[in-house]
């Protein structure tokens, strides 16, 4: 029940008051109206008022008027309700259908933006899973750094040994070649000692030929072993630095082999790094998207409400909006 204090008929003249202006009549303007009365009694009488109105809607004016005057105002009542129901119809039809449309764009937007965050969530597992293949493709680069740093430091290391086997075969051969010389200037002056014995004693002792001639066999097969051992010594250095050889191409084939692996790592790295950039470019492009939708979706609303005063403001009979 509504508290005394306003009554009905002022708040009946304040809402035609309104309906004069064009505005629709709410419990707020009726107050404003008014200057006074409390929000519970004026939307009480708003109410019956609402009621009075759905119940006189398709009245016609009332009959005290001249009999000709009276056929020309319901001639005129009925277009006026037939124009009022047609274009009621029509603007129903144009608000429903918008209506339609805006509800159907945003259940579209709703199932885009589903779409769009079931994408993200798949993306976010993607790069999820990218990251843990970096990690692990950063470890085996660790690794695999590690291992040449290793091979350049048995490289270093092998070479350095090469040169110090080279540097000893230049001084082995430097000094067979010295102990060779020393050889053949002793054979020479021991051959030129015996000449000088031989000439001094051919006469006297024709045993001593025959001891020159073992001296100078012990000397010849001294010799000869001074030249096999040589040559086996150069053998030997000659297999060994075949060897040492081998072992550096081998070494340089591993280092080869993992700086292709390297390169390849980071290649792999590189691409996986693309790939998260665009995946982040695309979802930016959808949330603009879905920035664009939200906007779109609220200015359809904003018309449809733009719609909906606009019928609220139209000239004819009152009628439940």
Known sequence: MARSGVQYEDVQKAIHLLLQRGETPGVQKIREVLGTGSFTTL?????????ERDENRDEPPSQDLP?????LTQELWRQAQEHARH?????????DQQVSEAQEQARQAQR???????????MAEYLATLQTRLDERSTTLAQTQARLDACLAELENATSKIARLEEQLVQLSEKSD?????????????????DTRLAQEEHRHETAEARLMTLLDDARRERQELEKQHARRQVQLDKR??????????????????????????????????????????????????????KKQEQLEEALRDAQARLARLPFPPFTY
Request: net charge negative; proline share 1%.
């Open 43 to 51: 939307s009480e009488h708003l109410r019956q008022w609402k009621v």
């Open 67 to 71: 009999e000709p005057l009276q056929a």
């Open 87 to 95: 274009g009621l119809a029509q603007y129903r039809q144009e608000a």
């Open 112 to 122: 885009r933006a589903e779409d769009a965050t079931q994408r993200e969530s798949a």
């Open 178 to 194: 010295a102990e060779a010389a020393e050889y053949r200037e002793a054979l020479a002056e021991q051959a030129r000692q015996h």
């Open 241 to 294: 630095a075949e060897e040492l050889e081998k072992s550096l191409q081998e070494q340089r084939a591993v280092l080869i082999e993992e700086q292709a692996g390297h390169r390849e790592v980071q290649w792999e790295l590189h691409r996986h790094q693309q790939e998260a950039h665009e995946l982040k470019r695309k979802q930016e492009r959808l949330e603009s998207q879905l920035v664009e939708r939200d």
